[in-house]
């Protein structure tokens, strides 16, 4: 099964210069273990170490956030994942 994830611009440096790459799973979760086993250094921005998602990303599948199933939302092949940085400050 083949899906994508489009990986943001501030951290393309980590994969390469990379915009999109190529995966294999069967949930979101799966796919972005693949993609940080293909870069260990986008891994370790997006997970701690207890393996869970930073909570400062959240994950779209297709252009619909994986809410509230997040890392357990199931996606198909030719599907595409976006990885989004919240920004807050004030």
């Known amino acids: 099964m083949s899906i994508k994830i489009k990986i943001p611009s501030h951290m393309q440096p980590f994969a390469n210069d990379t915009e999109v790459v190529e995966v ?15 870069f260990p250094p986008i891994g370790g921005r997006l997970f701690d170490k207890q393996g869970k998602l930073f909570v400062y990303f959240n994950t779209y599948v297709n252009g619909e956030s994986t809410y509230p199933e997040k890392l357990d939302k199931p996606v198909k092949d030719g599907d595409e994942i976006h990885i989004a940085l919240f920004l807050a400050g004030g």
Not at 24 to 38: A, I, M, P, S
């Open 24 to 38: 294999n799973g069967r949930t979101v979760g799966e796919c972005l273990k693949h993609l940080g086993e293909q």
